[in-house]
Each structure stands twice: as structure tokens, then as C-alpha cells.
């Protein structure tokens, strides 16, 4: 089961990636204020 664990984070910092993809990498710190 640790192996589809492993899975979930993937698919998890992939997820992220799709989402944040057309945001800039210094964009998030910028944003942070605004999503909490």
C-alpha cells in the first residue's frame, strides 16, 4: 500500500502543477494573501 501512497503525492503534485502551470514559479508567494 506504501507504493499508492507514493502514487497519491504524485498525482497530487501533479494536480498542482496542472493548476498552477500557467502561474509564473514566484507568482505563488505573491498570491498567497489573496487565496487565504
Known sequence: ???SRGH???LLSL???LVLGPIPPVSPSVDAPTLH
Open 1 to 3: 500500500m506504501a507504493r
Open 8 to 10: 497519491g503525492v504524485a
Open 15 to 17: 494536480v498542482a502543477l
